[in-house]
């Protein structure tokens, strides 16, 4: 059961009981991996921080009370959306990413100009859990056609991270095989 400061934080969060998991006498390594199997995100009674003492850890072991970006992203890692492939015809590059709504996606990625680009269209998505975890391993396969560009955007430079040069048969492979992993 958490302590009140952590229901407080929890609550304050709007992080559901349901995905934390009591670490209290467990290593990292072991509550990382029952964390894992049974899906939570959010570990309570962890040994605490080194810089203010707080209890309350990613599953990766990042104190979630310290930097609560931390706790967005392992959110969006974990819940289920799109991984979809979009294509900009004039440059023939790709651009692989997971979207809750892969079409309004292209869309704002067409209104920003994303890559230098207004051309993007959607060409493939599949519906998958764990979508931010699959984004990361389709970038890492394809890590080697991973194509360098920025933009500006509100009058800074942005590096695109996910846009790639390579076949569409690679791309849709090194897809399909990723979100087929359970």
């Known amino acids: 059961m958490p302590t009140k400061t952590e229901t407080s934080f929890l609550n304050h969060q709007k ?29 309570i009674g962890a040994p605490p921080c080194k810089a203010y003492g707080h ?5 990766a072991g990042h104190c979630a009370q310290c930097d609560t970006s931390r706790i967005a992203y392992m959110l969006r890692n974990d819940n289920p ?6 294509l900009s015809p004039s440059y023939q590059l790709h ?21 230098n680009t207004s051309d993007w269209k959607l060409i493939h998505k599949v519906k998958v859990n764990r979508a931010g975890e ?6 890492q396969l394809l890590g080697s056609y991973r194509y360098e560009i920025s933009y500006k955007r509100d009058g800074e430079h942005v590096n695109c991270r996910e846009i790639f040069n390579a076949s569409l048969d ?3 492979d ?7 992993i359970k």
Do not use: D, W
């Open 134 to 139: 699959k984004e990361l391993m389709i970038h």
């Open 174 to 180: 090194t897809v399909n095989y990723i979100c087929r």
């Open 55 to 59: 209890t309350i850890r990613t599953r």
């Open 170 to 172: 690679l791309i849709m």
């Open 81 to 86: 959306a799109y991984i979809y492939v979009g």
């Open 15 to 43: 992080i559901p009981l349901r995905l934390t998991f009591n670490v209290k006498g467990l290593s990292k390594k072991e509550y990382q991996k029952q964390m894992r199997k049974i899906g939570a995100v959010i570990a």
């Open 95 to 115: 651009k692989i990413g997971s979207s809750t709504s892969p079409v309004n996606r292209i869309k704002t990625l067409n209104g920003l100009g994303y890559a």
